[in-house]
T-cell receptor, first 113, second 109 residues
């Protein structure tokens, strides 16, 4: 593993189903983030975690939950998917660099029918 | 509310220079970022400005004026591989990133 790995790459899901998007990083970064990206809109923060054991709500947290049991993993769960959650989801992390730049996973394209 | 504005789409010619503007209104300011995102791929970090002025990195430069709430990304000697979306983001007083919708840059031969 090098950087951030997301799974699955893409998924088609029936409305009402539960879905977990996985995110793993090997850079030992403290902070991790989940964003969704929709056409014509900027990246929107769903949830974040500043360090293992802590999580926080972003701009659009409703319908999503996260956990941060350890430094490396930050899964995002949709408890009961709805069509408006159709989007591309990006996991990201940041370390202690002066800039705090984000490193992104390759994204998970989710379609809810 | 917080807002980042950048043009939706721009077209430029291979070998030329293009400037992509970004204006922002945010609750506080703790740095401005530019990211590049090729279609179907993840965003990748290009530049960071926290003080006024120009930061140069190879063919790419980024400028910031905090008093005007304004930044631009300057791309020189354009190459076809520069065709991508360019995302402007500002870190606010809570150290959260506010993102623009991105500028799709189309490079023509």
């Amino acid at each position: 593993i090098a950087g951030i790995t997301q799974a699955p790459t893409s998924q088609i899901l029936a409305a009402g189903r539960r879905m977990t998007l996985r995110c793993t990083q090997d850079m030992r970064h403290n902070a991790m983030y989940w964003y969704r990206q929709d056409l014509g809109l900027g990246l929107r923060l769903i949830h974040y975690s500043n360090t293992a054991g802590t999580t926080g709500k972003g701009e659009v947290p409703d319908g999503y939950s996260v956990s941060r049991a350890n430094t490396d993993d930050f899964p995002l769960t949709l408890a009961s998917a709805v069509p408006s959650q159709t989007s591309v989801y990006f996991c990201a992390s940041s370390g202690l660099a002066d800039t705090g730049e984000l490193f992104f996973g390759e994204g998970s394209r989710l379609t809810v029918l | 509310g917080q807002n980042i504005d950048q043009p939706t789409e721009m077209t430029a010619t291979e070998g030329a220079i293009v400037q992509i503007n970004c204006t922002y209104q945010t609750s506080g300011f703790n740095g401005l970022f530019w990211y590049q995102q090729h279609a179907g791929e993840a965003p990748t970090f290009l530049s960071y400005n926290v003080l006024d002025g120009l930061e140069e990195k190879g063919r790419f430069s980024s400028f910031l004026s905090r008093s005007k709430g304004y930044s631009y990304l300057l791309l020189k000697e354009l190459q076809m591989k520069d065709s991508a979306s360019y995302l402007c983001a500002v870190r606010d007083s809570n150290y959260q990133l506010i993102w623009g919708a991105g500028t799709k840059l189309i490079i023509k031969p």
